[in-house]
T-cell receptor, first 115, second 110 residues
C-alpha cells in the first residue's frame, strides 16, 4: 500500500503551543512539500525539500519550521509565532522522471484548528 | 495565486463538454499541473504537461502553450461526480516547485 500518509487527520492547538504535523511517503520520491489551504482559496507553499537534509522556504514560511532527516519523512511544526494557523495543511511529494515529466501526489491532509 | 488566472466558477450540464482556462506569466515555468479537488478532500492529480499541445486521458484532456502562458483542461461527457474545484499549477523544474491558482469551482447540473 504505497502513498503519502499524513497524521493526524484533525488537530487542535492551544494558544502558545507548538504542534507538529507528520508526513511520510513510501514512493521513493525525492522532493516533498507542505502547502496551506484556506477556505475558498488555492494552495500556498510553506516549505519544500528537494533532497535529504536540505529545505527551502516557500511563500508563507513565517511561523513554521520543518526538518528532512530522512527521505521518507518531512514533518511540519506550526509554532506559536503563527498567529492564524487554522487551515487545511497538505503534504505532497514528487519525482522527475527521465522523460522530463513530474509526478506529484498529495496526502489526505490535516485540518488544524485553534482552541 | 501569483499571476495565475482561472475563472472562479463555471456551471455545465451533465453529458456536456466544458473547457477550463488558465493563464499565467511565462517566466521560469517549464510545465503545468492540473488537479481535481472535491470539497473537503485533498487534490487528486489529473495531468502534467511538459510539452506544448494536447494530451488526452479518457474523458479529460489538457492543453499547454508555454510561449503564450496558456493552458486549458477539457472535460467531456460530464458526470455529476465531476463537480469539484480544478486547480491549475505551473511548475518550475529548476526550482522544483509549483505555484497554484485559486481554482475553478465547476458545478455539473442534471
Amino acid at each position: 500500500d504505497g502513498g503519502i500518509t499524513q497524521s493526524p487527520k484533525y488537530l487542535f492547538r492551544k494558544e502558545g503551543q507548538n504542534v507538529t504535523l507528520s508526513c511520510e511517503q513510501n514512493l521513493n520520491h525525492d522532493a516533498m512539500y507542505w502547502y496551506r489551504q484556506d477556505p475558498g482559496q488555492g494552495l500556498r507553499l510553506i516549505y519544500y525539500s528537494q533532497i535529504v537534509n536540505d529545505f527551502q522556504k516557500g511563500d508563507i514560511a513565517e511561523g513554521y519550521s520543518v526538518s528532512r532527516e530522512k527521505k521518507e519523512s518531512f514533518p511540519l511544526t506550526v509554532t506559536s509565532a503563527q498567529k492564524n494557523p487554522t487551515a487545511f495543511y497538505l503534504c505532497a511529494s514528487s519525482i522527475l522522471n527521465i522523460q522530463g515529466n513530474v509526478i506529484q501526489y498529495f496526502g489526505a491532509g490535516t485540518r488544524l484548528s485553534v482552541l | 495565486g501569483q499571476n495565475i488566472d482561472q475563472p472562479t466558477e463555471m456551471t455545465a450540464t451533465e453529458g456536456a463538454i466544458v473547457q477550463i482556462n488558465c493563464t499565467y506569466q511565462t517566466s521560469g515555468f517549464n510545465g503545468l499541473f492540473w488537479y481535481q479537488q472535491h470539497a473537503g478532500e485533498a487534490p487528486t492529480f489529473l495531468s502534467y504537461n511538459v510539452l506544448d499541445g494536447l494530451e488526452e486521458k479518457g474523458r479529460f484532456s489538457s492543453f499547454l502553450s508555454r510561449s503564450k502562458g496558456y493552458s486549458y483542461l477539457l472535460l467531456k461527457e460530464l458526470q455529476m461526480k465531476d463537480s469539484a474545484s480544478y486547480l491549475c499549477a505551473p511548475f518550475r523544474t529548476n526550482a522544483g516547485k509549483s505555484t497554484f491558482g485559486d481554482g475553478t469551482t465547476l458545478t455539473v447540473k442534471p
